[in-house]
């Protein structure tokens, strides 16, 4: 009830159209795509969602912890005050995305795929069936 209480009263992320925690930033609702069945991941507070030109897809029965980062555009090293050209960013079905992890632009995680806590996802692992975890983030383990 609170989170209604938050969004359609107090107006935090009023302008989306799925229940979402006041702590959780998205840039553009409508460029992420998520089963109806989880609509549970977007409750996680401190999470950040930037997806204005590309788009993120979340898979069924994946899970988003607190504080995750998703990015589709990243800054220009040459030139901050510009943004590199977006890409999607796809997580497979029945992964789990750990707390304060950050997914980088262009990056496909396959099914099955558990990104330990704090790690910074930077290349694809779209074999999934396994644990990857660190800065950058590397294979911990297959399952």
Not at 26 to 50: A, E, M, R, W
Not at 106 to 116: C, L, M, S
Request: hydrophobic share 35%; glycine share 10%.
């Amino acid at each position: 009830m609170s989170g209604i209480w938050t969004q359609k009263i107090l107006g935090f992320n009023r302008d989306i159209p799925f229940p979402i925690c006041p702590f959780t930033k998205v840039t553009n609702y409508k460029n992420i795509h998520f089963h109806n069945d989880n609509i549970n991941n977007f409750q996680s507070p401190g999470c950040y969602l930037q997806c204005s030109r590309a788009h993120i897809y979340i898979g069924h029965g994946t899970y988003i912890a607190p504080n995750v980062g998703i990015i589709t555009a990243n800054h220009d090293p040459y030139n901050l005050d510009e943004h590199l050209k977006e890409k999607d960013v796809i997580i497979g079905d029945n992964c789990w995305i750990g707390m304060n992890s950050v997914i980088l632009p262009g990056v496909t995680i396959g099914d099955q795929t558990i990104v330990a806590a704090g790690s910074v996802v930077n290349k694809s692992f779209v074999n999934g069936k396994c644990i990857v975890g660190g800065v950058p983030a590397s294979l911990v383990k297959e399952l």
